[in-house]
Nanobody
Framework: QVQLVESGGGLVQAGGSLRLSCAAS????????MGWFRQAPGKEREFVAG????????LYADSVKGRFTISRDSAKNTVYLQMNSLKSEDTANYYC?????????????????WGQGTQVTVSS
């Protein structure tokens, strides 16, 4: 089992920045990729960004490309999502995922592990 704990959400004005953290524990040696998803009220859960466990490869949704950066601290088994130039449409509950597969899973279903989520609210 892998446990994921997110933190760093909050309220920020449009144009501001936040950094989300996802701390992984347990059988982390089994993880191939990690990712961030988000879900706004009344909308489907959507892919935001992904990173390989090695940290060598990243993937971004077009809506956040150039504004968000995903990274990993191997010593801390923690994945970060640096979010800059935030917009009101970025308001959502953000979830961390971990998968044993080394292939990207950008769909909202069939992920091996999920965190509990952290709320990000961007005021305009």
């Amino acid at each position: 089992q892998v446990q994921l704990v997110e933190s760093g959400g909050g309220l920020v004005q449009a144009g501001g920045s936040l950094r989300l953290s996802c701390a992984a524990s347990g059988r982390t040696f089994s993880v191939g990729t990690m990712g961030w998803f988000r879900q706004a009220p009344g909308k489907e859960r959507e892919f935001v960004a992904g990173i390989s466990w090695s940290g060598d490869n990243t993937l971004y949704a077009d809506s956040v490309k150039g504004r968000f950066t995903i990274s990993r601290d191997s010593a801390k088994n923690t994945v970060y999502l640096q979010m800059n130039s935030l917009k009101s449409e970025d308001t959502a509950n953000y979830y961390c995922t971990a998968d044993r597969s080394v292939f990207w899973r950008t769909g909202p279903d069939n992920h091996d592990y999920w965190g509990q989520g952290t709320q990000v609210t961007v005021s305009s």
